[in-house]
């Protein structure tokens, strides 16, 4: 069993950067491709960004293209959102996930670990 947790969510301005973090307790990352999703209020949880663990290409959303960045750190066994030019739209609780058989990449039904979430507010 993996056990996700996120940190790194706050109040920021738009324009402004936050780094969202995600460790694992109980057994490592390794092996697991990871992704991380939103859902802000009175909307469905959607996708932001992935990386495959083998080759370790990244996927984002459309909306969050050139802004946003998923990285891993192998060492630390933790996976980062980088999150920059931050707009008042990107306000969600953002959650990471960690699976990787069968599904698209950007399909929740990919991964089978889910963290409780971090909350990100933009606004000035």
């Known amino acids: 069993q993996v056990q996700l947790v996120e940190s790194g969510g706050g109040l920021v301005q738009p324009g402004g950067s936050l780094r969202l973090s995600c460790a694992a307790s109980?057994?490592?990352?390794?092996?697991?491709?990871m992704g991380w999703f939103r859902q802000a209020p009175r909307k469905e949880r959607e996708f932001v960004a992935a990386?495959?663990?083998?080759?370790?290409?990244?996927y984002s959303a459309d909306s969050v293209k050139g802004r946003f960045t998923i990285s891993r750190d192998t060492a630390k066994d933790t996976v980062y959102l980088q999150m920059n030019s931050l707009k008042p739209e990107d306000t969600a609780v953002y959650y990471c996930?960690?699976?990787?058989?069968?599904?698209?990449?950007?399909?929740?039904?990919?991964?089978?670990?889910w963290g409780q979430g971090t909350q990100v507010t933009v606004s000035s």
């Open positions: 990386q495959d663990w083998n080759s370790g290409r990244t």
């Open positions: 109980g057994r490592t990352l390794r092996g697991y491709d």
């Open positions: 996930a960690a699976g990787g058989v069968g599904g698209y990449y950007s399909s929740s039904s990919r991964y089978d670990y």
